[in-house]
């Protein structure tokens, strides 16, 4: 179960971290990737990639703080949030974003270790 039970206080909460992580952290790296390759060579403002670099940084050191020391962002169980931050933070190490704050890189590396996240990557 991924999702807290619609109509519920839980499922606000999560909700409302799901937008956070679309607002902050992937409509960041998707600015800078727009601007990196995406977006035709005369569209392009390189300029902007250490501004959604100092963007995503003060997302993850926040993202960090909002994690503290739970296993997951809900809590005690994983969820959907959890899915798309380790998207969003593996996304970002292969951007070539600056580093991510000690307690993220533990997070990751526990999420990405999970077996269902492992068999999704053989596939």
Same mark, same amino acid.
């Given at each position: ?49 250490? =501004?959604?670099?100092? $963007?995503?940084?003060?997302?993850? @050191?926040?993202?960090? &703080? %909002? !994690?503290?020391?739970? /296993? ?22 292969? =951007?070539?974003?600056? $580093?991510?704050?000690?307690?993220? @890189?533990?997070?990751? &590396? %526990? !999420?990405?270790?999970? /077996? ?8």
């Amino acid at each position: 179960k991924l999702t807290a039970a619609a109509g519920t206080p839980d499922r606000a909460t999560q909700d409302a971290m799901t937008l956070w992580l679309i607002d902050e952290m992937d409509a960041t790296l998707w600015t800078a990737a727009k601007h990196d390759f995406v977006l035709p060579e005369d569209k392009r403002v390189p300029e902007i990639a250490p =501004a959604m670099h100092s $963007a995503f940084d003060r997302s993850a @050191k926040s993202l960090a &703080k %909002q !994690l503290g020391d739970k /296993p997951f962002l809900m809590g005690e169980a994983i969820s959907l949030p959890d899915l798309l931050a380790v998207h969003c933070m593996g996304w970002a190490f292969g =951007a070539g974003f600056p $580093a991510l704050p000690d307690r993220l @890189k533990a997070y990751s &590396k %526990q !999420l990405r270790a999970r /077996p269902a996240f492992r068999a999704a990557g053989a596939r």
